[in-house]
């Protein structure tokens, strides 16, 4: 079965730092280009982060940019996305997302 699976979500106060995993199986992970997602309530999902097949090229979100790093493990068919500096506008559901399969999310919550 082609499935990703989230965790490392939670609550965070401003300026603090939190690492989403995603781990994948059902298919050959480390052929393909991965990507974080999120979905704020009332708000459409945006693109965070991406990063290609072997994790040597990334792009992010200007709303990221400089705070978020995404990366891999082809090894452990995992992919991360690093979270620091965090902001009570970064509250949303993240996903990740492999081209023919999304995660089920995880909820990142910003709050003091």
């Known amino acids: 079965e082609v499935q990703l699976v989230e965790s490392g979500g939670g609550m965070v106060q401003p300026g603090g730092s939190l690492r989403l995993s995603c781990a994948a199986s059902?298919?050959?992970?480390?052929?393909?280009?991965m990507s974080w997602h999120r979905q704020a309530p009332g708000k459409e999902r945006e693109l965070v982060a991406v990063i290609n097949s072997g994790g040597g090229t990334t792009n992010y979100a200007d709303s990221v940019k400089g705070r978020f790093t995404i990366s891999r493990d082809n090894a452990k068919n995992t992919v991360y996305l690093q979270m620091n500096s965090l902001k009570p506008e970064d509250t949303a559901v993240y996903y990740c997302?492999?081209?023919?399969?999304w995660g089920q999310g995880t909820q990142v919550t910003v709050s003091a």
């Open positions: 997302k492999a081209p023919m399969v």
């Open positions: 059902g298919f050959t992970f480390r052929a393909y280009v």
